[in-house]
């Protein structure tokens, strides 16, 4: 069965430093996105990608956050320089698009820990 | 904010049926209802979703009320894999966002 991938699994970074998350979508999916969960909070969106664009973001995706997708396979997260309130588990999904309603599925998420 | 009311936690039997309420009386005509779970951290996992006619599948069952204001999902055999958060999400048609809330807390218990 098809899944969601994203590397590495876990992250450890100082502050102020650059770090970029990566994600494989499902193979023919067309939507991306990112969400995040801080630890004991809820899972909370990021932003959706579409056609090599943003399509909508939340008011957490401020300008130290960029999406990517670099080539036909890859969708990346960079956050520039990380702050302590940046460590969570980062996760990304994909959707096969043609209707609003189809289903986002998952990865197993990056866990961030900003030092 | 979640649309959604859910328990905050339920316990369940192992090989009995689980049967998760959620409450989205403010939902829509044209808004789906989704549910997830999420095993310890790990990534939310689809498990079902509906708009109005019931739902089946070889995870579970989706009971949406004539109203459409509550819905049940059904674990109808529960085993302790399936201690997990479950989230109920009313995900509007004009946002591509799943919005989570809390959840329900399930424990199944040997």
């Known amino acids: 069965e098809p899944e969601v991938t994203q590397t590495p699994s876990h992250q450890v970074t100082q502050m102020g430093q650059e770090v970029i998350l990566r994600c494989v979508p499902i193979?023919?999916?067309?939507?991306f996105y990112w969400y995040r969960q801080i630890l004991g909070q809820k899972v909370e969106f990021l932003v959706s990608f579409y056609n090599n664009e943003i399509s909508e973001k939340s008011e957490i995706f401020d300008d130290q956050f960029s999406v990517e997708r670099p080539d036909g396979s890859n969708f990346t997260l960079k956050i520039r320089s990380t702050k302590l309130e940046d460590s969570a588990m980062y996760f990304c999904?994909?959707?096969?698009?043609?209707?609003?309603?189809?289903?986002?599925?998952f990865g197993p998420g990056t866990r961030l820990l900003v030092l | 904010d979640a649309k959604t009311t859910q328990p905050p936690s339920m316990d369940c039997a192992e090989g009995r049926a689980a049967n998760l309420p959620c409450n989205h009386s403010?939902?829509?005509?044209?808004?789906?209802v989704y549910w997830y779970r999420q095993i310890h951290s790990q990534g939310p996992q689809y498990i079902i979703h509906?708009?109005?006619n019931n739902e089946t599948n070889e995870m579970a069952s989706l009971i949406i009320t004539e109203d459409r204001k509550s819905s049940t999902l059904i674990l109808p055999h529960a085993t302790l894999r399936d201690t997990a958060v479950y989230y109920c999400?009313?995900?509007?048609?004009?946002?591509?966002?799943?919005?989570f809330g809390t959840g329900t807390r399930l424990q199944v218990f040997p």
């Open positions: 403010t939902i829509s005509g044209n808004e789906y």
């Open positions: 193979s023919n999916h067309l939507y």
């Open positions: 509906g708009l109005k």
């Open positions: 999400i009313v995900k509007p048609y004009n946002t591509d966002k799943l919005i």
């Open positions: 999904a994909s959707r096969a698009g043609a209707g609003g309603q189809e289903t986002q599925y």
